[in-house]
């Protein structure tokens, strides 16, 4: 599934799930970066959507993980035109292009964390270029709660970027329900 608004927009009250193998560790990095990048797929079954790793398939997406405290960048491959990242609650997002390739960061916002500078000082050394950078908020929901966003890309810039809110059995954790979909541009 391309995750254009309209079709994020039909997963509304479904389950969600993040495969495991689709986050990253934080190492002892000296420069507070991690690149590490994912091919996944948006998976449909019944009621039940997965976020699942896939690399090297035709149509799919390039995902960005997260790290606590650290800033990781994932560039996408030739055939990849969207690119997502989560779960957010606070977090900085940002995509665009650096060295001829697409780009997503996902920027971790935790007390102490030096995340903001690293990236920035990662951004100015390889000349990336944002097409969008802002911290994904907390999403307004009962309980706990986190978000994803989902970008399609092309032609230059952004297509389209949605966030997806969901209703999670764990704080960080990447599973629950979808409760909306915020459009961002369409």
């Known amino acids: 599934m391309i995750p254009t608004p309209a079709n994020l927009i039909t997963l509304i009250g479904k389950a969600i799930s993040l495969d495991s193998r689709l986050g990253a560790r934080a ?32 149509n799919n997406g390039l995902w960005v ?31 665009g292009k ?17 995340a903001q500078e690293d990236y920035k000082k990662y951004r100015s050394d390889n000349g ?21 966003v989902f970008v399609i890309f092309g032609g230059g810039g952004i297509t389209s970027m949605a966030r997806v809110d969901v209703a999670v059995t764990s704080m960080g954790g990447g599973n629950g329900k979808i409760m909306s979909v915020k459009t961002f541009k369409s």
């Open 27 to 58: 190492p002892n990095n000296s420069d507070g970066v991690i690149v590490k990048e994912y091919g996944f797929l948006i998976v449909l079954e019944e009621e039940k959507v997965t976020l699942k790793r896939e690399d090297g398939v035709d």
């Open 65 to 95: 993980p997260y790290a606590e405290s650290q800033a990781v960048v994932g560039y996408a491959s030739g055939q990849q035109t969207w690119v997502a990242s989560g779960p957010f609650s606070g977090c900085e997002f940002a995509v």
């Open 98 to 114: 650096g060295g001829g390739r697409v780009f997503g960061a996902h920027i971790a916002r935790q007390s102490g964390s030096t």
């Open 128 to 148: 990336l270029q944002e097409w969008y950078w802002n911290k994904i908020p907390m999403p307004e929901l009962q309980g706990m709660a986190c978000s994803y």
